[in-house]
């Protein structure tokens, strides 16, 4: 994803009109999946019909892999936008897809970070701690989905009450040649939430400004949600007043309040 996120959907959107002028599923299913992640920066919940309707066009083609991968991303944003039940449903789709695959490729980690993703949300720590070694158990090497599943592993690792080894975690991954810049945001609002643990509120804050800085180059709401709560825990009077009305209308917008 570039850090246009309006130019790309655009431009998805006249590779879609053209697959479907030509019959070609191929152009129409990747035009899907792009368009639900370009949306995911614009609009998350505009993005889900458009993963959604990936997955069968995937199957059309009998591509059962990019049909999983397609609804473990489905699932990582149903998850970040409180949507459980409705995740689970994804990443149980996606599972299916993978199950049927002879061997398992290295796209089937986007199915573990959406499953790590879910166990956390639900408060499974110990489930989620235990994706994780299975996905480091797993990897051949460095990759973007082992510096995803890391960042989850930090947040189950701080909320097993660890900030300092999800600090150290985190801050790993920022000699990682694969990390995405697309995680950038997310990366330094989980090292904000160390900090604050730890009581380091000043270095907490300006991670913060790092964290929104990277936001203003791609946009995603439930993290800029998690920004906004923090800092307003984080700082007193009118403007933590004014933080909390912020995030009270961001989440109304999202439908997470």
């Not at 110990?126 to 994706?131: I, Q």
């Amino acid at each position: 994803m570039s850090g246009d996120p309006q130019g790309t959907l655009t431009h998805l959107t006249r590779l879609a009109a053209i697959g479907q002028q030509t019959g070609d599923l191929e152009w129409q299913a990747k035009a899907q999946e792009g368009l639900g992640l370009a949306y995911t920066y614009l609009d998350p919940r505009a993005a889900i019909p458009h993963l959604e309707r990936a997955e069968p066009l995937h199957l059309r083609q009998g591509n059962r892999m990019r049909a999983g991968t397609s609804q473990a991303k489905l699932a990582r944003l149903l998850v970040d936008l409180n949507e459980l039940d409705a995740a689970a449903e994804a990443i149980a789709r996606s599972q299916r897809h993978f199950a049927a695959l002879d061997s398992r490729p290295l796209e089937w980690l986007s199915l573990l970070v959406a499953r790590q993703m879910l166990a956390l949300a639900r408060g499974d720590l110990a489930g989620a701690a235990a994706l994780y070694g299975e996905a480091e158990a797993f990897s051949p090497g460095p990759s973007a989905l082992i510096s995803a599943i890391r960042l989850v592993h930090a947040a189950t690792l701080r909320r097993q009450g660890q900030p300092e080894a999800a600090l150290r975690l985190l801050q790993a991954t920022r000699t990682e040649p694969v990390f995405m810049n697309s995680m950038l945001p997310l990366r330094a609002l989980r090292e904000a939430e160390a900090l604050a643990d730890l009581g380091r509120v000043a270095e907490a804050l300006a991670r913060l400004d790092e964290a929104q800085h990277a936001l203003t180059q791609l946009p995603n709401d439930p993290w800029r949600l998690g920004v906004l709560r923090l800092r307003a825990s984080l700082v007193d009077g009118p403007a933590a007043a004014e933080l909390r009305r912020q995030a009270g209308a961001l989440a109304d917008k999202l439908g997470m309040a």
